[in-house]
């Protein structure tokens, strides 16, 4: 064997003999009154491998081969149990700290896309054929959510989230016969226990829009991040709810776990999500449903993970209800543009929410709309990817015009489209940031360079 390769072939000998007995003990054990806990049957599964694994190497030593080096022997042990549990060798991937997105284009072109915006081949197929990665996404659908789901050529599209990957785990899309070849799209939450003070350092804030989100979290504004696709919505919402006090009550609703606030040490935290129908078409359970039903609950704040379709009439009257400090993210284009996206997303509501009426909805229930993007350069060695606000935009009555009137609090910079003061907040939305810790004064002194000039202000968590 390759040093630092693993032989699916012998992956794949391994784990059928595995099975093999494992379903053999299954079958005797099935009179059996109190069945075998989840953990201890993962517990039975590795004692099979390590012992499979074993008298491998022991017959390829006598068959004349060099004794595998223990640690080549442990890095088989886990192939086994991933093939086992239908990760297979995407879980290597998967623990690399660096990988953002694994790209899957069949059975032999892995590509990964790390954080710095770099996109990397992986040398090595993750399956024989394509017609094993099928089996293997099977496994895994089958295996690795919270419920079993089926993905075959009766359901050739899937969406899972998976435990591995790190604390959220990883978000997993594959289709199978209605492209060429099976394709698998993954998106790792690297990001998990992120502060303002970390999105300061990382460059995606400024140090004054640190301390200005930072008090408008504070404050209780209501709030939309919006930006288009992996410009870091989410990580950017996580980074403001570590900004909300832990003696307040939190919901959380979304499609998948991603924000993860639940498995931090926040002691009041009430995460929803959403369910699929099962195969027979029923059991589902949307984020509208969800919605209407946080409002039980007495939440301080609801936080929505994305708004995607027609529920964002339930979001607009969660946020509008008089609760504050509730958060969202939304796809836009600019910050302006979410107008527009709220009003065609009501439009697939049941019933339909008029335009008129999602504008005045959002007029009433929305303080600020934050916008991030995300700036790829070509270098060297590919490219260098880079997240950041962009604009900020306070929201105000509905106007002449239908439409609420907003002022920009922060513009893009013409160079390099980060956000910098533009024209002043609100009378009534300064006087609120400054209740809650910022120095208005800021605005006064920090000018087109704050990027470079403005200090940290005290008062941010890590």
Request: overall charge negative; hydrophobic content about 40%; some cysteine.
């Amino acid at each position: 064997m390759e040093a630092g390769y693993v032989d699916s072939a012998v992956v794949r000998e391994i784990r059928e003999v595995v099975a093999a007995r494992l379903e053999r003990v299954a079958a005797g054990e099935s009179h059996v009154d109190t069945p075998l806990t989840g953990e201890e049957q993962q517990a039975r599964m590795r004692a099979y491998v390590a012992d499979e694994v074993a008298g491998w190497v022991q017959r390829r030593a006598t068959a004349g081969h060099a004794l595998l080096p223990a640690t080549e022997e442990r890095r088989l042990a886990r192939a086994v149990v991933a093939a086992l549990s239908g990760l297979g060798a995407l879980e290597e991937l998967l623990e690399r700290d660096d990988v953002e997105n694994i790209h899957v284009h069949g059975c032999d072109r892995i590509l990964l896309e790390l954080a710095d915006g770099t996109v990397e081949q992986w040398p090595h197929p993750i399956a024989d054929t394509d017609a094993e990665l099928v089996e293997m996404l099977a496994a895994m659908f089958a295996r690795q959510g919270q419920t079993s789901r089926e993905f075959n050529a009766g359901r050739p599209l899937g969406n899972l989230r998976i435990g591995a990957g790190g604390p959220l785990g990883a978000r997993v899309a594959a289709v199978m016969e209605v492209s060429d070849r099976p394709r698998v799209a993954i998106r790792r939450h690297r990001l998990v226990d992120v502060g303002l003070n970390d999105l300061v350092a990382n460059g995606t804030l400024d140090p004054l829009l640190g301390a200005f989100l930072r008090s408008a979290v504070r404050a209780g504004c209501n709030v939309i991040v919006s930006g288009g696709p992996a410009a870091g919505k989410t990580t950017l919402l996580r980074a403001l709810c570590a900004e909300i006090p832990d003696y307040e009550h939190v919901v959380t609703v979304e499609e998948e776990y991603e924000l993860g606030l639940h498995i931090g040490a926040r002691p009041l935290v009430t995460p929803l999500e959403a369910r699929p129908a099962n195969s027979e078409g029923i059991g589902e359970i949307s984020l509208d449903d969800l919605l209407k039903q946080t409002l039980r609950h007495s939440p301080s704040r609801v936080i929505v993970g994305e708004v995607r379709a027609g529920e964002v009439t339930a979001m607009l009257r969660a946020l509008g209800n008089g609760a504050t400090g509730g958060m969202c993210t939304l796809h836009a284009t600019s910050a302006s543009a979410v107008f527009d996206r709220i009003g065609a997303l009501g439009q697939l509501a049941h019933p339909p929410l008029a335009i008129e009426a999602a504008h005045q909805w959002t007029a009433s229930a929305i303080d600020l709309v934050v916008h991030v993007a995300r700036a790829d350069h070509a270098t060297a060695s590919g490219r260098r990817r880079q997240r950041f606000v962009t604009e900020i935009i306070e929201v105000g009555p509905v106007g002449d015009s239908g439409r609420p009137d907003t002022t920009r609090i922060f513009a893009p910079r013409p160079e390099d489209g980060r956000a910098v003061p533009a024209y002043p907040p609100s009378r009534d939305l300064l006087e609120r940031l400054t209740r809650h810790g910022f120095d208005r004064h800021l605005f006064d002194t920090a000018g087109a360079d704050t990027w470079q000039t403005t200090e940290l202000p005290d008062g941010g968590r890590r």
